[in-house]
Nanobody, 126 residues
Framework: HVQLVESGGGSVQAGGSLRLSCVAS????????MGWFRQAPGLEREEVGL????????DYRASVKGRFTILQDNTKKTIWLHMSDLKPEDTAMYYC????????????????????WGQGTQVTVS
């Protein structure tokens, strides 16, 4: 499995911005799908956004559309999650994931064992 390392989390005020990074141990195009998930305390992990690495197309959950953007740099084996206009409800541990193939955002990493996961980075919005 690919190793994924996230960074860039932190504490920001509502309306602020953050950029999360996910660096992979191998070529990210080996995985058709890379994505970002988040989990708030007491809640289930939820999908945030999906990147089809070959197509360079993305999809996002409704609550973050227009505020979050996933970008990729294949030479750096990295994807980023640019988050703007952050809201308190965006507070969560954010995880990067990679899956060899997926159909769409709703089904990515279901079950979770089908994906490689990073260790997570905390985002707190107050």
């Amino acid at each position: 499995h690919v190793q994924l390392v996230e960074s860039g989390g932190g504490s920001v005020q509502a309306g602020g911005s953050l950029r999360l990074s996910c660096v992979a141990s191998e070529d990210i195009t080996n995985y058709s799908c890379m994505g970002w998930f988040r989990q708030a305390p007491g809640l289930e992990r939820e999908e945030v956004g999906l990147l089809f690495t070959g197509l360079r197309s993305t999809d996002y959950r409704a609550s973050v559309k227009g505020r979050f953007t996933i970008l990729q740099d294949n030479t750096k084996k990295t994807i980023w999650l640019h988050m703007s206009d952050l809201k308190p409800e965006d507070t969560a541990m954010y995880y990067c994931a990679a899956q060899p193939w997926c159909l769409n955002l709703a089904t990515m990493c279901k079950p979770a064992q089908g994906c490689s996961w990073g260790q997570g980075t905390q985002v707190t919005v107050s």
